[in-house]
C-alpha cells in the first residue's frame, strides 16, 4: 500500500462516499448501497479498490461479509498530512489577521 493508492482510491467521489459511511461503523454491501445508485458489481468494485488501497479490511459473518474501516489506511493519510502540520499555525494565524481586519 502506498499513499498514491490511497489519494487514487479516494479521489473516486462514490468511494469517498463509500469510505464515510464506513467511518459510521462496519456494514455488508447491501447496506453501504442504501442510498446509493450503483449496482451490485459496482459496489464490488469500489470495495476491491478501497480494500486494496488498505483503507478498508473486510470479515467474513456467515454467509455476509461485513466491512469496515482499516485503521492502517488511515494511519497512512495521517503520517502524510503530518509533513505539512508545521505550514498550519502560520496559516491559520494569517487567516485570524485577515478576518480581524475584514471585521467593520
Do not use: C
Not at 489519494?7 to 453501504?32: C, H, Q, V, W, Y
Not at 459473518?61 to 489506511?73: C, H, K
Amino acid at each position: 500500500m502506498v499513499e498514491s493508492d490511497v489519494f487514487k482510491a479516494l479521489a473516486d467521489p462514490t468511494r469517498r462516499s463509500i469510505f464515510e459511511k464506513l467511518a459510521g461503523g462496519g456494514m455488508n454491501a447491501s447496506a453501504l448501497r442504501e442510498g446509493m445508485t450503483i449496482s451490485q458489481p459496482a459496489m464490488s468494485q469500489h470495495l476491491s479498490v478501497l480494500r486494496n488501497a488498505g483503507l478498508v479490511r473486510e470479515e467474513r459473518q456467515g454467509r455476509f461479509v461485513n466491512y469496515e474501516v482499516d485503521p492502517e489506511g488511515l494511519a497512512l493519510i495521517a503520517r502524510w498530512l503530518a509533513r505539512y502540520r508545521a505550514y498550519w499555525p502560520a496559516r491559520i494565524e494569517a487567516l485570524k489577521v485577515l478576518l480581524k481586519d475584514m471585521d467593520p
